[in-house]
């Protein structure tokens, strides 16, 4: 399920940010010039074009884990990986307490040798469920990571315990960066961002899209709606839009959000809803009278969302709990339901069940990622 109202999806925001300004973290060599190919998105498209191709778009956003580096016990336990520009890697952590708090904090150790070209690079990310950061390298010899204090105890014992987890992005800089403009139109509320949204669901979905005839708005008539009756909703444009695409494409699903109708003991019919923004900005829970909700989807919503009405069958209503369900809705409505709530509802199964190659080291980092910068 997906928020219904518009938030920036803050990882690539953060991503196309340190991407585009990567001399903030920067640890590498500075006198080193950059190698025309790591400006390829910059250069006429007709150039540019042919090698960008090759690359494979969205999926080139998503980091590989390479594993954890922890705390060596012996010289055998260094975390050692051959990345995608140097062959011979390796990791460790050292805890310290640099600055004297409860828990201390660390430095990641991180080796790399045997570059395939002096002007290839990798870049990593690194994450425990408490942060996320990144960095790339393209100089043989030792770099690190400095992490000045651990979150707390929780960080502390799970990097004791787990280490810190590594993730190469496949595709190095170049890769990243053309990942990211082939995705960043799918979050621009205009008619490219629409169709770029629905070119994504084609190629990797190989979903249709088939313009229905008018009126594009049924006929529906709140007395035909009952409690328990599903809305699955599929936005195509602006913010959510573009949230919505990748989040379907992840879980495979065609629908991004969804909502449920209920009626209350005086008939009234609401519809309780994921994802709605409070006059905090807080995307929340919240119970909406239906007559509010059609008429915001109708009129005010900007994501052109499509909309279906999915009657429960009429064995599953007659076991559907009408008490329960409202006193569920009742204990969820105002809860706050953010990317962390949506990024766990991928997830079905602990692992074997992400599209390549994504995989359960990587979520609990995007989910920190969502949570610590939202
Ligand atoms: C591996 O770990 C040890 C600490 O036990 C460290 O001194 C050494 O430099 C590490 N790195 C490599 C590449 O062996
Ligand atoms: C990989 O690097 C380590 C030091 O970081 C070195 O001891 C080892 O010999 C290297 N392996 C190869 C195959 O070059
Ligand atoms: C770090 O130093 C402080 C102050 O000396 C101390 O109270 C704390 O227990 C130390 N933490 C760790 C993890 O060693
Ligand atoms: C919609 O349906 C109602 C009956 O459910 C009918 O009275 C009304 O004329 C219909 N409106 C349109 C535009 O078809
Ligand atoms: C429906 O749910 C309520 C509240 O949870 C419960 O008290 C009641 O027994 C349930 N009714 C049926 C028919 O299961």
């Not at 991503?15 to 006198?31: E, I, K, R, T």
């Not at 969205?58 to 990345?83: C, H, I, M, Q, R």
């Not at 509802?345 to 939202?374: E, K, M, Q, R």
């Amino acid at each position: 399920m997906a928020p219904s109202s518009p938030s920036p999806p803050r990882f690539f925001v953060f991503l196309f940010l340190s991407v585009l300004y990567p001399h903030v973290q920067y640890s590498g060599a500075a006198s080193l010039p950059f190698h025309p190919r790591d400006v390829l998105p910059l250069l006429p498209r007709q150039v540019a074009w042919p090698v960008l191709s090759r690359l494979r778009g969205a999926v080139d956003l998503l980091p590989s884990f390479v594993g954890a580096a922890s705390e060596p016990s012996d010289y055998d336990t260094n975390l050692s990986w051959k990345g995608a520009c140097f062959y011979n890697n390796t990791a460790w952590i050292e805890f310290h307490n640099k600055t004297g708090s409860r828990f201390g904090g660390g430095t990641v150790h991180i080796e790399v040798n045997k570059a395939h070209s002096w002007t290839c690079m990798d870049l990593y990310v690194f994450a425990t469920p408490y942060r996320v950061t990144w960095d790339y390298y393209f100089l043989s010899r030792e770099h690190t990571l400095e992490i000045k204090e651990w979150e707390g105890k929780a960080e502390f014992e799970y990097v004791k315990n787990r280490g810190v987890s590594i993730f190469l992005m496949e595709a190095g800089m170049l890769g990243t960066l053309q990942a990211l403009w082939d995705v960043f139109p799918l979050f621009t509320n205009t008619g490219w961002g629409e169709s770029s949204n629905i070119g994504f669901l084609k190629k990797h979905m190989g979903a249709s899209f088939q313009q229905r005839p008018q009126p594009w708005v049924a006929n529906v008539s709140a007395d035909d709606i009952q409690s328990g009756d599903f809305l699955a909703i599929s936005k195509i444009r602006g913010r959510w839009g573009g949230f919505e695409t990748l989040e379907k494409w992840v879980s495979g699903a065609y629908a991004g959000h969804t909502a449920v109708c209920l009626r209350d003991s005086e008939g009234k019919l609401w519809v309780g809803e994921s994802g709605h923004e409070n006059e905090q900005g807080e995307d929340i829970i919240a119970i909406l009278p239906w007559d509010e909700w059609w008429e915001f989807e109708l009129k005010t919503d900007d994501s052109n969302p499509h909309i279906a009405l999915l009657p429960l069958h009429p064995d599953m209503r007659a076991k559907f709990n009408e008490t329960a369900a409202w006193e569920y809705a009742k204990s969820m409505d105002g809860k706050p339901y953010g990317y962390h709530n949506m990024i766990f509802s991928w997830i079905d199964t602990i692992d074997g069940n992400y599209p390549l190659p994504l995989d359960a080291h990587l979520v609990p980092g995007l989910c920190s990622h969502h949570l610590g910068f939202s």
